[in-house]
């Protein structure tokens, strides 16, 4: 029971300070080059396909960069 309960433990200690990837949006068009912070960005709003919701480290691999109308 004692090993059943420190396993358990240790399982939420390490789940609990896991860091949660940041998630951006990007328009699905093979033209779109840039990934967004916000789905309010006007660079966005001109996206006349799906807009898709993605982490931030996901959007760099496949080459997206940030929109440059964001801070």
């Known amino acids: 029971m004692k090993k059943i309960f420190l396993l358990l ?10 860091a949660k990837e940041k998630e951006v949006f990007i328009c699905t068009t093979t033209s779109s080059k840039t990934y967004h912070i916000k789905k309010e960005c006007s660079g966005l709003i001109k996206c006349k396909s799906i807009i898709k919701k993605i ?6 691999n496949v080459g ?7 801070k």
Do not use: D, G, H, N
């Open 9 to 18: 433990s240790i399982f939420i200690f390490f789940t609990a300070f896991q």
């Open 55 to 60: 982490t931030q480290k996901k959007a760099e």
């Open 64 to 70: 997206r960069i940030k929109c440059k109308l964001e």
